[in-house]
Nanobody, 116 residues
Framework: QVQLVESGGGLVQAGGSLRLSCAASGNIFSINGMGWHRQGPGTQRELVAGISNSGWTNYADSVKGRFTISRDNAKNTVYLQMNSLKPEDTAVYYC??????????WGQGTQVTVSS
């Protein structure tokens, strides 16, 4: 089992920045990659960004150039730096950890609200 604890959400004005953190604990050696999904009001959950153990990253087109995902392996923590935030970035952001086998682990979610 892997436990994920997220932090860093909040309310920010458009154009502002936030940094989300996700700390993993438990059977972390089973994890191949980590990242973030989000679910906005009335929308389906979508991938925002992911990072593999080797550092390969991928991003949703809507956040490329604005968001940066990184990881601190010593702290078993993944970060999502979000700059130039837009109202359409408003969502609950969920951290995930992808094991080599089986379903992803998920965090509880953290609310990000961007006011116009």
């Amino acid at each position: 089992q892997v436990q994920l604890v997220e932090s860093g959400g909040g309310l920010v004005q458009a154009g502002g920045s936030l940094r989300l953190s996700c700390a993993a604990s438990g059977n972390i050696f089973s994890i191949n990659g980590m990242g973030w999904h989000r679910q906005g009001p009335g929308t389906q959950r979508e991938l925002v960004a992911g990072i593999s153990n080797s550092g390969w990253t991928n991003y949703a087109d809507s956040v490329k150039g604005r968001f940066t995902i990184s990881r601190d392996n010593a702290k078993n923590t993944v970060y999502l730096q979000m700059n130039s935030l837009k109202p359409e970035d408003t969502a609950v952001y969920y951290c995930y950890a992808a094991p080599a086998f089986g379903s992803n682990y998920w965090g509880q979610g953290t609310q990000v609200t961007v006011s116009s």
